[in-house]
């Protein structure tokens, strides 16, 4: 069984330039998360998926980060403009009703320079 | 609100020692799950355990165990017999709620670097 895909893996932009960044879910999991994680630290939430409703999208800055799941599977998150302090990884992860265990990607390292 | 602490920015251990990193949630919800997550340097999240806020018995799997004490609000990796292949960053993660009916949020520490030395 394929596990989380998350593409590109690296991306180097501009700052003030737009990014998109997409993400493919296990098959069947109704429940997608999109991570930010900073070096050193721990993932934090942006935003999180139920099916194609966005249930908690309470830590995305949506100044600049909007999301979309069409039809409830694979999702994009862009960033527009991208700022300096947008370097980091970004991780989506995936989950089914009734398991307990989110399963994460690989991430998309962005570099903004 | 939920807070994860980890303490340990770092930790070392020998090749086929046993190692215990060290993890403390804070939440007022009854019911609520816990994870400790494995990530190399590929950059990938693995989970390793669960537990449940209501299990009677401490989780295990393989190599791992969990320590969970309830009433201290801790939630302990122990992995025994370290191998090399061990190193890497570890994050303790907390979810509140009901599983069977949505998913919630997973809430993670700052992580522990583990280094197993040969």
């Known amino acids: 069984e394929a596990g989380v895909v998350q593409s590109p893996r690296y991306k180097i932009i501009e700052k003030k330039q737009p990014v998109a960044f997409w993400c493919n879910p296990i098959s069947g999991h109704n429940t997608l998360y999109w991570y930010l994680q900073n070096l050193g630290q721990g993932p934090e939430l942006l935003i999180r998926?139920?099916?194609?409703?966005?249930?908690?999208d309470s830590q995305l800055p949506k100044d600049r980060f909007s999301a979309e799941r069409l039809k409830g599977v694979d999702s994009t998150l862009k960033i527009q403009p991208a700022e300096l302090g947008d370097s980091a990884v970004y991780l989506c992860a995936s989950s089914l009703v009734g398991v307990t265990e989110a399963f994460f990607g690989q991430g998309t390292r962005l570099t903004v320079v | 609100a939920q807070k994860i602490t980890q303490t340990q920015p770092g930790m070392f251990v020998q090749e086929k020692e046993a190692v215990t990193l060290d993890c403390t949630y804070d939440?007022?919800?009854?019911?609520?799950?816990l994870f400790w997550y494995k990530q190399p340097s590929s950059g990938e999240m693995i989970f390793l355990i669960y537990q449940g806020s209501y299990d009677q018995q401490n989780a295990t799997e393989g190599r791992y165990s969990l320590n969970f004490q309830k009433a201290r609000k801790s939630a302990n990796l122990v992995i025994s017999a370290s191998q090399l292949g061990d190193s890497a960053m570890y994050f303790c993660?907390?979810?509140?709620?009901?599983?069977?009916?949505?998913?919630?949020?997973?809430?993670f520490g700052e992580g522990t670097q583990l280094t197993v030395n040969p």
């Open positions: 993660a907390m979810r509140e709620g009901v599983e069977e009916t949505s998913g919630s949020r997973l809430t």
């Open positions: 939440t007022s919800d009854p019911s609520y799950g």
């Open positions: 998926y139920e099916n194609e409703e966005a249930v908690d």
